[in-house]
């Protein structure tokens, strides 16, 4: 999905949960300013719904909770509030949530060519300072390409890339799979 910058005022944290909850579309909140999420490309969409269908029935018995998409994260309780691909969270507080997700576990982005750099460069720093989350994933959507980054001791991320042919773990949550899973049905540019 694509965040455009909109014509409001700038808004307070209140303000913004109060007013996006009364519009038709969903609207990323950095820094007192509102951007409108996009539509993504099919392939974008069928590679979160892989990764979502490969977490789900691992994590469902284990009590956390998946969400793809709809569901926005709470960075730090001022700002910013984004809305991930996939999120994955375990706190208890979460299970119950009813507007956002705040302390996630594990993170996954689809990168397309409109979202690549703000993924990668302003969400990545971000989401790497929120004290839950173990692992970021990002997920190329035009070729077979991986990058998970793995919280390690201190303020250390564990880079990790995988491609074709690769079996990619999720040691936050103890899962392995082929890379290829997330690429089932996917027309890939070419």
């Not at 190329?140 to 998970?148: C, L």
Request: with cysteine.
């Amino acid at each position: 999905m694509i965040a455009t910058p909109q014509e409001h005022p700038k808004m307070t944290v209140e303000e913004y949960l109060e007013w996006e909850a009364k519009q038709d579309c969903r609207y990323e909140y950095v820094n007192g300013e509102v951007f409108a999420m996009t539509g993504g490309t099919i392939p974008h969409n069928d590679i979160a719904l892989n990764l979502y269908r490969s977490l789900y029935p691992h994590l469902r018995s284990r009590g956390f909770r998946v969400n793809v998409s709809d569901v926005k994260v709470q960075v730090t309780p001022q700002s910013p509030y984004y809305y991930p691909d996939v999120i994955v969270s375990c706190d208890p507080q979460d299970l119950n949530a009813r507007q956002f997700i705040e302390k996630p576990k594990l993170i996954a982005e689809v990168l397309s060519p409109g979202t690549s750099g703000k993924d990668r460069g302003e969400k990545f720093n971000y989401y790497l300072k929120i004290p839950s989350l173990q692992e970021y994933i990002l997920i190329d959507s035009e070729t077979i390409s991986v990058e998970r980054y793995s919280r390690g001791e201190g303020r250390m991320w564990l880079y990790y890339p995988y491609i074709a042919g690769d079996i990619i773990t999720l040691s936050s949550i103890g899962l392995e799979f082929p890379i290829e899973l997330l690429y089932e049905g996917v027309v890939l540019a070419g």
